[in-house]
C-alpha cells in the first residue's frame, strides 16, 4: 500500500493534533505503517504555511492543524481550498462554539496549555521538596530552597511551609532548638531567603498547653513551663542576631496571612521571582 503523508502543523508542539491523528488511525485495519506522520510545530508566519502547503502538494499528503493566532489560520484555510488539500482544522471550529458559548474572545496566544503543565509541575515539586526537608530533615535542602523558616517549636513551620509550596515555592524549615546546634550551612545560606518566625511568649505557652492536652499529657510538663519558653526563645534571637534574616511575628497570624507576609518579604528583597 502507498505511503499516505500526514503532515501535523501547529504553532505549539503540535502534541495535540498528533494524538488525535494516532488515535484516528488506531480504528484502521493494517495501516499504521503505512502512515507517514510528519510534525511541524512552532508555525509562526506565513511563510511557514506557504512551505507546508507546498509540501503537501508535491506529496498529495493530508495536513491537520491546531492554530491558534485566527489569522495565520485563516491563511492556512484559504490555500487550502485553493490548492484543494485534504485538511482538517481541529481548534477552529472548537474554539468558534466556545466562544459564542463563553461570550468572549480567546486571548490567541499559542501552548498556554504546556505553560499550565510546568506550573502544575512546578508546584508537585515544590510541596515534594517541603515534604522531604521538613523539620530540618537534611541539611542538603538549604542551598536548594528559596525559603527557609526557622522557628521554635509550634510556630506553624510545617503548614507554612506547605502553603508556600503550594505557591511554588520550595520551603525548608528548620527547628531551633537550645539542645541541639542548627547546621552550620544555615548561617552560609544568604539571609534574605531566611525568615524567623516570632512568637511571643504568652501565645506559645498556650499552644503548647493546648498541643498537650490533646496527647493527653499534663499541661505542667516542662515544655509548655514559662522558663522552658524564655530558654527557647532567647536562643532563638541569638541565633536569628547570628543569621541577620528578618524576622515576622506570627503570634496572632493564621497560617495564610503569615505566608503572604513571607511572600512580600521575599519578593521586597527581590530573592525571588515565582
Same mark, same amino acid.
Given at each position: 500500500?502507498?505511503? &499516505?503523508?500526514?503532515?501535523?502543523?501547529?504553532?505549539?508542539?503540535?502534541?495535540?493534533?498528533?494524538?488525535?491523528?494516532?488515535?484516528?488511525?488506531?480504528?484502521?485495519?493494517?495501516?499504521?505503517?503505512?502512515?507517514?506522520?510528519?510534525?511541524?510545530?512552532?508555525?509562526?508566519?506565513?511563510?511557514?504555511?506557504?512551505?507546508?502547503?507546498?509540501?503537501?502538494?508535491?506529496?498529495?499528503?493530508?495536513?491537520?492543524?491546531?492554530?491558534?493566532?485566527?489569522?495565520?489560520?485563516?491563511?492556512?484555510?484559504?490555500?487550502?481550498?485553493?490548492?484543494?488539500?485534504?485538511?482538517?482544522?481541529?481548534?477552529?471550529?472548537?474554539?468558534?462554539?466556545?466562544?459564542?458559548?463563553?461570550?468572549?474572545?480567546?486571548?490567541?496566544?499559542?501552548?498556554?496549555?504546556?505553560?499550565?503543565?510546568? /506550573?502544575?509541575?512546578?508546584?508537585?515539586?515544590?510541596?515534594?521538596?517541603? &515534604?522531604?526537608?521538613?523539620?530540618?530533615?537534611?541539611?542538603?535542602?538549604?542551598?536548594?530552597?528559596?525559603? &527557609?523558616?526557622?522557628?521554635?517549636? #509550634?510556630?506553624?513551620?510545617?503548614?507554612?511551609?506547605?502553603?508556600?509550596?503550594?505557591?511554588?515555592?520550595?520551603?525548608?524549615?528548620?527547628?531551633?532548638?537550645?539542645?541541639?546546634?542548627?547546621?552550620?550551612?544555615?548561617?552560609?545560606?544568604?539571609?534574605?531567603?531566611?525568615?524567623?518566625?516570632?512568637?511571643?511568649?504568652?501565645?506559645?505557652?498556650?499552644?503548647?498547653?493546648?498541643?498537650?492536652?490533646?496527647?493527653?499529657?499534663? /499541661?505542667?510538663? #516542662?515544655?509548655?513551663?514559662?522558663? #522552658?519558653?524564655?530558654?527557647?526563645?532567647?536562643?532563638?534571637?541569638?541565633? &536569628?542576631? #547570628?543569621?541577620?534574616?528578618?524576622?515576622?511575628?506570627?503570634?496572632?497570624?493564621?497560617?495564610?496571612?503569615?505566608?503572604?507576609?513571607?511572600?512580600?518579604?521575599?519578593?521586597?528583597?527581590?530573592?525571588?521571582?515565582?
Amino acid at each position: 500500500m502507498t505511503k &499516505v503523508k500526514i503532515i501535523i502543523a501547529s504553532d505549539s508542539v503540535g502534541e495535540t493534533a498528533e494524538l488525535v491523528a494516532k488515535a484516528c488511525i488506531s480504528q484502521f485495519k493494517n495501516v499504521e505503517s503505512t502512515a507517514d506522520i510528519i510534525r511541524y510545530p512552532y508555525i509562526e508566519t506565513k511563510q511557514n504555511i506557504d512551505e507546508i502547503i507546498q509540501m503537501a502538494k508535491e506529496n498529495n499528503s493530508m495536513i491537520i492543524y491546531t492554530l491558534v493566532r485566527p489569522d495565520i489560520r485563516a491563511y492556512m484555510a484559504n490555500l487550502i481550498n485553493e490548492n484543494n488539500l485534504k485538511s482538517v482544522d481541529i481548534m477552529g471550529p472548537i474554539m468558534s462554539m466556545m466562544e459564542a458559548t463563553f461570550q468572549q474572545q480567546p486571548i490567541n496566544e499559542p501552548g498556554i496549555v504546556h505553560k499550565l503543565d510546568e /506550573d502544575y509541575f512546578k508546584k508537585i515539586e515544590a510541596m515534594e521538596f517541603a &515534604v522531604k526537608y521538613d523539620d530540618g530533615k537534611d541539611p542538603k535542602g538549604l542551598p536548594k530552597a528559596d525559603i &527557609v523558616l526557622i522557628g521554635v517549636s #509550634r510556630t506553624s513551620k510545617t503548614p507554612i511551609s506547605q502553603y508556600l509550596a503550594h505557591k511554588r515555592y520550595k520551603v525548608m524549615n528548620v527547628p531551633i532548638v537550645p539542645e541541639v546546634n542548627p547546621p552550620e550551612m544555615l548561617f552560609e545560606i544568604d539571609p534574605k531567603k531566611c525568615i524567623a518566625l516570632k512568637i511571643s511568649s504568652e501565645k506559645l505557652n498556650a499552644i503548647r498547653k493546648e498541643r498537650l492536652k490533646q496527647l493527653g499529657l499534663s /499541661d505542667s510538663a #516542662r515544655y509548655a513551663t514559662d522558663t #522552658r519558653i524564655e530558654e527557647e526563645l532567647e536562643y532563638f534571637n541569638k541565633i &536569628v542576631d #547570628r543569621i541577620g534574616c528578618p524576622v515576622l511575628d506570627v503570634s496572632n497570624k493564621a497560617i495564610e496571612e503569615t505566608a503572604n507576609n513571607i511572600i512580600q518579604i521575599i519578593e521586597h528583597n527581590n530573592f525571588f521571582s515565582n
